[in-house]
């Protein structure tokens, strides 16, 4: 199994994981902030996430799995460790590893996606695209 130690691009995702677990406990406007704050962070210091893939269908485009929740809205999911993307029960087929700003930038991007729901089984948290664009500090 991997860990940390073995991908750089997620060494310093576990405070994304403490800063969400924090929000659960404490679902303030203060901590939300601090949390954004601390994923912005991992982003510049080139930080990255797990991402879910579908398989490739005829044409050989990889599709990024997206979540349609109850409101019928999609969202793609990502995960800050193989650990948080485990604990999923073996649902999620195909991964690869992608720059946060990457990602954020694709989402902004694309009409179809509402944004990303970060660690979908656990410590959970759903970026619409507002609080991306207030990750890329893209709001006034």
Do not use: C
Request: aromatic share 8%; charged share 30%; proline share 2%.
């Amino acid at each position: 199994m991997k860990d940390y130690k073995t991908d750089e691009g997620l060494q310093g995702n576990e405070k994304i994981e403490e800063a969400i677990v924090g929000l659960q406990h404490e679902a303030t406007q203060e901590m939300l902030a601090h949390t954004l704050t601390v994923i912005r962070r991992r982003m510049k210091e080139d930080g990255q996430f797990i991402i879910a893939v579908e398989p490739p269908k005829g044409d050989g485009q990889i599709r990024l799995e997206a979540i349609r929740t109850e409101d019928g809205k999609n969202w793609w999911s990502a995960f800050t460790s193989f650990e948080e993307e485990l604990k999923g029960g073996g649902s999620v087929k195909s991964t690869f590893l992608t720059d946060i700003n990457k990602l954020f930038e694709l989402i902004l991007q694309t009409d179809e996606i509402e944004g990303v729901i970060l660690n979908p089984w656990n410590r959970t948290i759903m970026l619409d695209k507002y609080l991306i664009e207030i990750i890329l500090g893209k709001t006034a």
